[in-house]
């Protein structure tokens, strides 16, 4: 008789889930003693999500899972700290895209490098190895789990 797995072991998602977490609150600790202190969790799980173009806040709230009530607020408070600009979208004059300003560039290259410092860590932690066949299994498994690759 198959008992499944055992009650002590954690599934797939909260594996992923552990680390993913650790590496969101290391990158958030570097930007905020980087200057970067007005922004929140909240605001950079939105920011995150604008592609190199812009992207439409209705596009932000589906990515990030929330409202796009929450999402505007976000952008709202992203945007009077100067992370963020809006601007017409070319495809659509009555749309506006939201994309990254100067200053969000500089929080994102300051991010960059506290991810760069995790990873590298990780790797230390792993072998080389082992933390290429981790990329490797979470790039293949994104092809089911992420509907916006």
């Known amino acids: 008789m198959n008992e499944g797995p055992r009650r002590s072991e954690m599934n797939l998602g909260m594996l992923c889930f552990i680390p993913a977490r650790e590496m969101e609150a290391r990158v958030m600790k570097?930007?905020?003693?980087?200057?970067?202190?007005?922004?929140?969790?909240?605001?950079?799980?939105?920011?995150?999500?604008?592609?190199?173009?812009?992207?439409?806040?209705?596009?932000?709230?589906?990515?990030?899972?929330?409202?796009?009530?929450?999402?505007?607020?976000?952008?709202?408070?992203?945007?009077?700290?100067?992370?963020?600009?809006?601007?017409p979208d070319p495809r659509d004059a009555r749309a506006r895209l939201v994309r990254i300003a100067a200053r969000g560039r500089a929080a994102i290259e300051v991010a960059m490098e506290a991810e760069a410092e995790v990873q590298a860590e990780w790797t230390r932690h792993l072998g080389k190895r082992d933390a290429d066949n981790l990329r490797r299994i979470l790039t293949r498994l994104r092809e089911i789990a992420d509907p916006y690759r």
Do not use: N
């Open 30 to 87: 570097a930007v905020i003693a980087a200057g970067f202190d007005d922004i929140t969790l909240a605001q950079s799980r939105v920011f995150q999500r604008i592609g190199s173009a812009g992207t439409r806040v209705t596009d932000l709230a589906e990515q990030a899972r929330v409202t796009k009530q929450t999402a505007t607020f976000l952008i709202d408070q992203l945007e009077k700290a100067g992370y963020v600009e809006r601007v």
